[in-house]
């Protein structure tokens, strides 16, 4: 790839953000070090905190006086500076403000669909290379019962509500012995996350809401803006599509189960798209899990639900050529 107008060479300075307790922590530090090193601009790092309020402030901080933001950490780690970015409480300069996954968590996701493997290699390489694209994050809007005002969550990568999300919470993988003992090792994830999320599965039960005014239950619904999640799942869109790819598994038993496992596997699933301007709406008949980009909440039974694209793009660091490349349909 040859430099033009959206690469990273009006980039003045640039602040990392680091999650010193994802997964792989030390992993995406020293790719931040190549990047150091390498670097034409200063980068100043800081780390996240313990308290989300607190890590929200350095992003936003970092979002304001930066011309670049680095996530050193996982994927839920990128969509806490996705959710600032998306919720449009910045200054019109800082919403402009590309961001950048070097990944440093369990799966990677992100870090993985925005660069091809010789700049997951050589991240340093991206400071040439890199290219600023548009991507517009999957919204959720939740009214819980007795609100007046919507809570919103968006997610760059992936949504999803059900057993994944559970599997996501911090009952399983997000479940902070886990992170801090087990989950740091790769032998201890090798191991453990397949525990983990067998456990998950077998207590995961059917959901069900009321959409158009008419019931229909899920055992694991997904909305996919990237065109891959946990690692091994792989659905027929990328990051710069502006159309969201939405599948079901509606029952809990092997039959519905095990084919869309093993289509995810081979990048073969079958679902629908959701396409700018429209929205799917339903009202939610039990407590159900969700997750954005790995990061799990409960929507309250009872809450109103409305999935829509965020109409506008944040900007997102990468090099993959499909993404640069890519030609809205």
Do not use: C
């Amino acid at each position: 790839m040859n430099s033009h107008e959206n690469g990273l060479g009006d980039i003045k300075n640039a602040t990392a953000i680091i999650n010193p307790v994802s997964s792989t922590s030390n992993k995406g530090q020293r790719r931040l070090k190549k990047l150091i090193a390498a670097s034409p601009f200063p980068i100043t790092s800081t780390k996240t905190s313990h308290f989300p309020e607190k890590t929200d402030a350095i992003i936003r901080k970092a979002l304001e006086e930066s011309d670049l933001v680095m996530f050193v950490g996982g994927d839920g780690t990128f969509n806490r500076g996705v959710h600032i970015l998306a919720s449009n409480h910045l200054s019109e300069k800082a919403r402009q403000v590309p961001i950048w996954s070097i990944g440093g968590g369990n799966a990677d996701d992100g870090y993985i669909a925005g660069h091809t493997e010789i700049y997951r290699r050589h991240p340093e390489r991206v400071l040439h290379d890199g290219r600023i694209v548009d991507v517009h994050p999957i919204r959720f809007d939740v009214l819980e019962p007795g609100d007046d005002i919507e809570k919103s969550y968006w997610a760059a990568f992936y949504a999803t509500m059900g057993m994944t999300a559970l599997a996501a919470s911090e009952e399983y993988l997000n479940n902070r012995r886990y992170r801090r003992h087990i989950g740091r090792f790769a032998l201890g994830r090798l191991i453990g996350e397949p525990m983990i999320v067998t456990r998950a599965l077998v207590k995961a039960g059917v959901n069900n809401v009321v959409q158009d005014g008419v019931e229909r239950h899920f055992y694991e619904e997904i909305f996919a803006n990237s065109d891959r999640m946990a690692k091994h799942f792989h659905f027929p869109t990328d990051l710069t599509s502006e159309s969201v790819f939405h599948m079901m598994i509606e029952d809990k038993t092997i039959g519905s189960i095990l084919p869309p496992v093993w289509q995810g596997k081979r990048g073969r699933l079958a679902g629908d798209y959701l396409k700018p301007g429209e929205a799917m709406s339903f009202d939610s008949r039990q407590d159900v899990y969700a997750q954005f980009d790995g990061e799990s909440i409960i929507i309250p039974s009872g809450s109103g639900v409305s999935v829509s694209i965020n109409e506008e793009p944040i900007k997102v660091v990468v090099t993959n050529p499909k993404l640069v490349n890519h030609k809205a349909k």
